[in-house]
Each structure stands twice: as structure tokens, then as C-alpha cells.
């Protein structure tokens, strides 16, 4: 893999610091002098409508930014990623998450086999076991149908299933529920299992090694759980292989740990090792979201992936919604000063959206060593955050308009409701998308002191109701949620976040930084119990942390 180019010393880079240098955006007059620019800087992408046109940007500033893509290689890489290439260097992986979504009509050969018939035969085998637990055909150890589907996962085996199972309950099976665990907090497990039925309780257990230390936790918290409760209803006896059996499936690729734990490793659903926890959700590790709105669903959220995929893989630069939206994320971070990035769903059903795109584009992004182990020579990596509106609104929008940082804003919002309720007269979808609309048009022009006093505001008040505007949003609107626009959707930000990598020249595909604080906690374990010797070994605000956690430990 060749070494990543240094943007800072391409041409591109250094016009664009020109450009910041005398940037004085005016979004105004931009819109009065140029009528056409709303048409302009509005794209579609799959379903999607994407408006950039409130960003703060203008022809030069596109121009470099495209320019300052081709110096860097971007569309080399993206043909390498989508071709199996081992970008991923410091694993010695291929990054093809892409090939999760591929038709099963379609052949991508890597390392001399195509990858396309196996993706398809797991896909076929999720969707069969979906179909039984969704039937009932598929039963408990006493004969009774499934109505919950506990998944178990952290990471990646978590954040996308209980996103996507947030967002899609339109599509959801009534009778048939699905809860997540994820933290080795005991509290998440308790509360989860509190209420089950274990006689109708399905677990699932996500971890492709089968040794991540919370989600192997939790499983066999809740293996203990169903034991305990069969035996007291008086359900079994002492010997629980065959309610393990028929409770637990897994989605791992170590059938001798699946297979130890006590589940049949026949009901282990796999992937490979070129897919990312945190890109994973449309492998089997959505097994969860397939059995709550069925293979045609997830087969319909996948060809959403695949239509972005192939946006972002076709489309000419100046119509590529992922690699400007990638590279206008570049010039806000990297030229402007921007530090955190907010996305805002104007859509209670995409509530979870933004905690999965912190995981997505920060433990991707979020490095300090470009990919051949060199220093980064460039800010990398955004703080993704946000809530749905209009709940923001009421929050921390206060800072977004009159604030001293700069806070690029996705805003995300569908023309059709999940649930069209009415106030009376009043659809409420429409007063809910008025404040979409309202929102981003504030943030772009504001308000002027003018304005302000010839509303009879006192000239002392004045300044506090002034709005100075040009803070920049994106606009993305589609039709409906559904589930082929949902997998846009995340394919974008996907995309998204890999323009920005390469322009950084970092590894976006693995996550060494998340590794150091688990080692650590594997071996501080002792000290929490009490050895003395590891405390002693520790650093003394650690020893001062511990003792006070040993003193007032209740047992």
C-alpha cells in the first residue's frame, strides 16, 4: 500500500487556506446575488434529497475541495476499497462491507475466491431462522413460540441493530419484541431481562471471536437467568443443555466457543474478518432487526445500501453527495475551526441515528498516525452529536445559533410520517416539519438588529435577540422512512466518513485506541476484589479510587 499523500502540501490545500484567510461568508447575499443557487447546490443520491446549499461554500470553494480529492487519491482508494484491496494495513484486512449488500447477481473475486455466494448463503440462512421464530415454528425448550428476541452485543453488535430496530418499527412484527444488552453494567442486563417469560425468550449472542468480555459476560448472566427461571417453574431439571440449545443462537465464527458455551454451532450465523464492527449491521449481526421485520425488509434495507454504494462508486464528483458532504466536512474542521459536528433527525424514530454515527465516524476517524505509521500532519476526526428535534430545540440549539463555535448541522427529515396524527385542524407532521424548515433557515440568515428593534424590543435588549446567521446546515430529506432509505442513509455517512479518512491519510478501519483501557481493566480486575499487591502497583490517584471504592462497598 503506497504511502497516504500529505494533503497539506498539495496545491489544493493551500488555496483553500487562502481562501479561509479572506472568508467572510455572507449566506444573504449569496442567496440574493445568485437566485439559482438553491438548484445549485441541491443533489440526489438514491432517494435522497440533499441541500447544501445553506453550507458555507460557494464555486471556489467547491473547486478546491474537488481538486484537493483528486491530489489526495480519493477516487484511487475508493476503487481499491471497493475491489477488496487490504486498505485496512495495520490488520492486513480488505474493507468490504459493500460486498454485504452486493446483489447476489454480482461477482467480486478477493484472494481467489468470490465473496458474493457465501454473503448470500448467510443471508439465506438468517432469513430462514427469521422466518421460524417469526412463524413460531421455531420453539422454546417447552414447546411455546418466541415473542422475545433478547440480542446481546456490544459496539458494533449493538448500536446498528438497536438503531435500525428504533427506526424501523413501522415494519416491526407485532407480538414479537426485541431488547438489547450491551453494558457490562449488571443494571443493563437486570433491567432487560426484568418481566421476560423465559419460556418465550430467545437470546442472540453477537461477538465474531466469542471472547468479547462484556457480551460473553451478559450471555452467561443471562444463561444463568434462563436456567434458574425454568428450574423454579419447574420447566427442567439439573441438566440445561437442551434449553440452552433452544434459547441461544450465536453470530460468531468460533464454533468451538459457540459450541462449549452449550449452543449448537448448526444455529451460529458467520461473517468475515473484512467487516467492521462498527459496518456490520447488515451482515448477521442485524440477525435481531431480520427476525423483527423479516428477510424482505432486510433485504430491502440492504438494497438501500447497495444504490448509495454505487452513488458513491459512479457518480461524477461534482454530483457525489457522499464525496462533497466528506469533503465540506474538511473544510469546516480543517479551515474554519469547526471541532464537533451535530446531527439532528427531525424524526423520533431515527433517536438512536446519532449514537451510531459516533461510533461509526469516531472510532474511524478518530486517529493520530496516518496509515503508514506516520504522524498526521492535519486536525483529524469530528465529535459527532445530536438529538432528534424538535427535543434539541429545547436543549442545546441556543449555542448552535448565538454561540461562539461553529457547529456544522446535518438536519435529516421525511415528508410522510410513520404515524400521521391530528391536533384537531392541525396535522402535526407539518407543524413538526415547519420547525425543520424554520431551523436551518435561522441558522442561515438570522436575524438583524433592524429586524430586532422593529419589533419594539428595548435598545438595551437588542443585542441578545440577534441572530448573525451563517451557520452552516445540510439538508437531507427523503419520502419515507423506510427501510431502503434508512440503508442509505447509513451507507452515506459511511462514505462520508471514508472521504475524510483519506484526505487524512488515516486508517479508518481499525480502532486500536479501544484496546488499551480493556487490557488495563483486565489487569486492575484483582485490585477491585481486594489484592493488596495490585493496588499497591497502581498510580495513586488510582489507589485513592480504589480505596474509597473498597471502603463503601456494600456486599
Same mark, same amino acid.
Given at each position: ?19 479561509? $484567510? ?29 441541500? *447544501?446549499?445553506?453550507? *458555507? ?12 480529492? %483528486? ?28 460486498? *454485504? ?15 458474493? /455466494? ?16 417469526? !412463524? ?29 430496530? %428504533? ?31 423465559? %419460556? ?26 434462563? *436456567? ?10 439439573? $441438566? ?7 434459547? &441461544? ?72 453527495? /457522499? ?21 439532528? /433527525? ?27 505509521? !506516520? ?49 384537531? $385542524?392541525? $396535522? ?43 451557520? /452552516? ?35 479508518? &478501519? ?40 473498597? %471502603?463503601?462497598?456494600?456486599?
Amino acid at each position: 500500500m503506497s504511502a497516504p499523500v500529505d494533503p497539506t502540501t498539495t496545491s489544493a490545500w493551500a488555496r483553500l487556506s487562502e481562501l479561509a $484567510d479572506d472568508f467572510k461568508p455572507d449566506l444573504r447575499a449569496w442567496f440574493a446575488d445568485d437566485p439559482d443557487r438553491a438548484h445549485r447546490f441541491s443533489y440526489r443520491a438514491a432517494d435522497l434529497m440533499v441541500d *447544501l446549499s445553506k453550507g *458555507l461554500l460557494n464555486a471556489s470553494i467547491e473547486a478546491a475541495l474537488l481538486d484537493l480529492a %483528486e491530489e489526495v487519491g480519493i477516487a484511487e482508494r475508493r476503487q481499491a476499497m471497493f475491489a477488496g484491496d487490504r486498505i485496512n494495513v495495520t490488520e492486513n484486512r480488505s474493507v468490504l462491507h459493500t460486498a *454485504l449488500r452486493l446483489p447476489e447477481s454480482a461477482s467480486l473475486v478477493v484472494d481467489g475466491a468470490d465473496v458474493v /455466494p457465501g454473503v448470500h448463503e448467510v443471508l439465506r440462512r438468517v432469513y430462514a431462522f427469521a422466518d421460524q421464530v417469526r !412463524s413460531g415454528e421455531w420453539t422454546g425448550v417447552t414447546g411455546q413460540p418466541i415473542s422475545t428476541v433478547v440480542n446481546i452485543g456490544i459496539g458494533g453488535s449493538d448500536l446498528g441493530p438497536v438503531m435500525a430496530y %428504533e427506526a424501523l418499527a413501522p415494519y416491526r412484527q407485532a407480538g414479537l419484541e426485541c431488547r438489547f444488552i450491551s453494558n457490562i453494567d449488571p443494571t443493563d442486563a437486570a433491567q432487560k431481562l426484568d418481566g421476560l417469560d423465559p %419460556e418465550t425468550t430467545l437470546f442472540i449472542v453477537s461477538s465474531k471471536t466469542f471472547t468479547t468480555l462484556e457480551t460473553l459476560t451478559n450471555a452467561r448472566l443471562c444463561r444463568a437467568w434462563l *436456567l434458574d427461571q425454568l428450574r423454579e417453574k419447574g420447566a427442567i431439571g439439573d $441438566d440445561g443443555a437442551s434449553a440452552v440449545a433452544k434459547h &441461544f443462537v450465536a453470530v460468531s465464527t468460533a464454533l468451538d466457543k459457540v459450541a462449549e458455551f452449550g449452543i449448537d454451532p448448526a444455529n451460529a450465523f458467520g461473517f468475515w474478518d473484512w467487516v467492521g464492527g462498527r459496518y456490520s449491521m447488515d451482515s448477521a449481526i442485524g440477525t435481531s432487526l431480520a427476525i423483527a421485520i423479516g428477510g424482505d425488509n432486510f433485504a430491502a434495507m440492504l438494497d438501500g445500501f447497495h444504490q448509495m454504494d454505487e452513488h458513491f462508486r459512479t457518480s461524477p464528483a461534482e454530483r457525489n453527495v /457522499p464525496l462533497l458532504m466528506g469533503l465540506l466536512n474538511v473544510w469546516y474542521s480543517n479551515f474554519l475551526g469547526a471541532e464537533t459536528h451535530a446531527v439532528l /433527525p427531525y424524526s423520533q424514530l431515527l433517536h438512536r441515528f446519532p449514537a451510531y454515527l459516533q461510533q461509526l465516524t469516531m472510532e474511524s476517524n478518530g486517529k493520530s498516525v496516518r496509515w503508514d505509521g !506516520s504522524s498526521v500532519t492535519t486536525q483529524t476526526g469530528e465529535v459527532f452529536w445530536g438529538e432528534p428535534g424538535t427535543n434539541g430545540q429545547h436543549a442545546f440549539y441556543q449555542l448552535i445559533h448565538q454561540g461562539t463555535r461553529l457547529v456544522p448541522a446535518d438536519f435529516i427529515a421525511f415528508a410522510n410520517p410513520a404515524y400521521p396524527l391530528r391536533d384537531g $385542524d392541525t $396535522d402535526v407532521h407539518e407543524l413538526f416539519l415547519a420547525n425543520f424548515f424554520a431551523q436551518t433557515q435561522a441558522l442561515a440568515f438570522g436575524k438583524t438588529a433592524d429586524q430586532v428593534r422593529a419589533e419594539g424590543t428595548a435598545e438595551a435588549i437588542v443585542p441578545a435577540r440577534v441572530f448573525e446567521g451563517n451557520r /452552516p446546515t445540510t439538508s437531507i430529506m427523503a419520502a419515507d422512512l423506510t427501510p431502503s432509505v434508512l440503508g442509505q442513509l447509513i451507507a452515506l455517512y459511511e462514505h462520508i466518513t471514508f472521504v475524510q479518512g483519506v484526505v487524512w491519510g488515516i486508517d479508518s &478501519f481499525d480502532q486500536w485506541g479501544v484496546e488499551l483501557g480493556k487490557q488495563l481493566a483486565t489487569g486492575l480486575s484483582p485490585a477491585v476484589s481486594g489484592d493488596p499487591d495490585v493496588a499497591a502497583a497502581q498510580d495513586p490517584s488510582t489507589q485513592a479510587l480504589l480505596a474509597y471504592y473498597r %471502603e463503601h462497598r456494600r456486599r
